[in-house]
């Protein structure tokens, strides 16, 4: 199994409907991520969670809320999705190694497309 | 945000070595200088980082001018699987939390 799943791979909704894009790790990891992708753009940071109880706003949160579930589980949901709204969407996760340094690890990506 | 500055493209020949160049003029001292990669449009895949001295791991080797103000990621036996994009990352501090942010990268083409 993946170290980080999205659910679902692959989404097409309506304008105006809510949607929840869903992620689980077993990295064991506090700390979870939400990003977004538009084409040949790199990546935006929508929230970031580093416990269950702190969850916080990136730089794109506009139309996006989230839900930490549990360590393992971060959601994301676009209340009232809009067109504008279609892009590549990813989950990481990271954890503070010693010296200050990390990576993410990254989910395989959720493809939403608004009609 | 320090920023950085990478080629738009480059071309490899399977089997020879590819050196991919980042310009990062304002990092700051404690910044790391972090590698991705995203082979057509999965997840990135973290490859290396470095704060000052060079890095070397299975994937990669990374330099960094003693400046810091520029690094190069070399792949050294680059095969068809390494087509991809690779994106150069200053770490900074956002918030209360460290950010990284993706730039458009070097789409790398590894030709047989």
């Known amino acids: 199994d993946a170290d980080v799943t999205q659910t679902p791979r692959n989404r097409i909704t309506k304008t105006g409907k809510r949607i929840m894009l869903e992620c689980s790790q077993t990295?064991?990891?506090?700390?979870m991520y939400w990003y977004r992708q538009d084409p040949g753009l790199g990546l935006r940071l929508i929230y970031y969670?580093?416990?269950?109880?702190?969850?916080n706003k990136g730089e794109i949160s506009d139309g996006y809320s989230v839900s930490r579930q549990a360590q393992a589980k971060f959601s994301l949901s676009l209340e009232s999705a809009i067109p504008n709204q279609t892009a590549l969407y990813f989950c990481?996760?990271?954890?503070?190694?010693?010296?200050?340094?990390?990576?993410?690890?990254f989910g395989s990506g959720t493809r939403l497309t608004v009609v | 945000d320090a920023k950085t500055t990478q080629p738009t493209s480059m071309d490899c020949a399977e089997g020879r070595a590819a050196n991919l160049p980042c310009n990062h003029s304002?990092?700051?001292?404690?910044?790391?200088v972090y590698w991705y990669r995203q082979i057509h449009s999965q997840g990135p895949q973290y490859i290396i980082h470095?704060?000052?001295n060079n890095e070397t791991n299975e994937m990669a080797s990374l330099i960094i001018t003693e400046d810091r103000k520029s690094s190069t990621l070399i792949l050294p036996h680059a095969t068809l699987r390494d087509t991809a994009v690779y994106y150069c990352?200053?770490?900074?501090?956002?918030?209360?939390?460290?950010?990284?942010?993706f730039g458009a990268g070097t789409t790398v083409t590894v030709r047989a």
């Open positions: 969670s580093f416990d269950v109880k702190d969850i």
């Open positions: 470095g704060l000052k």
């Open positions: 990481a996760t990271s954890d503070p190694g010693t010296g200050g340094s990390y990576g993410y690890t």
């Open positions: 990295k064991g990891h506090d700390r």
């Open positions: 990352i200053v770490r900074v501090a956002f918030s209360n939390d460290y950010k990284l942010s």
């Open positions: 304002t990092i700051s001292g404690n910044e790391y």
